[in-house]
């Protein structure tokens, strides 16, 4: 489900003030048949603002927040801030993961760090919160997403789909911990 599916023309935009976002979001939480469901995943803008906060209080009692960050400092200070709002609304933060970090040279394969590199490690180990990976900038991401076909489906051996899936199972584990010890409890 996409707020782009709302538009019947692509290149308008959507202009919604908080309120209307926010009954957007409800009616996608409690309208939309979503089946049966493995995982479901919100893709939310950077930030502490409506919409983080409208689905922490739609989906009280969420698995958890992933944070996604790129390395360079201006976009940890946003990263590190949410990593506390979701701490705060009691969302367990499952981790922190860093996108963006490095590109391979097309020609000599050297690793070029355009956004520096660590920034989103640095930030979980300092804040206390499990560092999940960091994804490569990848023209191989672009192209597949263009034609809709995910990297890891399109291109499984590529280091960006290794990232993806390594992450991913990091993710898994940690639910996996997570529901044993409520089965415990």
């Keep these: 489900m996409s707020m782009a599916f709302l538009s019947p023309d692509r290149d308008q935009p959507i202009v919604w003030r908080g309120p209307m976002k926010m009954g957007a979001l409800r009616k996608f939480i409690e309208d939309v048949y979503w089946g049966d469901l493995d995982y479901l995943i919100v893709d939310l803008p950077p930030g502490t603002g409506d919409e983080p ?109 290794k990232a993806f899936d390594s992450i991913v199972e990091k993710i898994v584990e940690a639910l996996k911990t997570k529901e044993g010890k409520k089965e415990k409890e």
Excluded: Y
């Excluded at 200070?77 to 993961?97: A, C, M, Q, W, Y």
């Excluded at 394969?109 to 206390?128: C, H, Q, T, V």
């Design 53 to 161: 906060l409208t689905i922490a209080q739609l989906i009280p009692k969420a698995d958890g927040s992933i944070i996604v960050t790129t390395p360079q400092d201006v976009a940890l200070l946003d990263s590190r801030k949410t990593v506390v709002f979701s701490e705060n609304l009691h969302v367990p933060v499952l981790g922190i993961v860093e996108n963006m970090a490095g590109l391979a040279c097309p020609h000599c394969g050297e690793e070029i760090d355009l956004f520096k590199l660590g920034g989103g490690e640095k930030a979980a180990r300092e804040l206390n919160v499990p560092f999940l990976g960091r994804v490569p900038i990848d023209p191989e991401v672009v192209s597949a997403g263009d034609e809709g076909m995910p990297i890891v489906a399109a291109a499984p051996d590529s280091p960006s789909a």
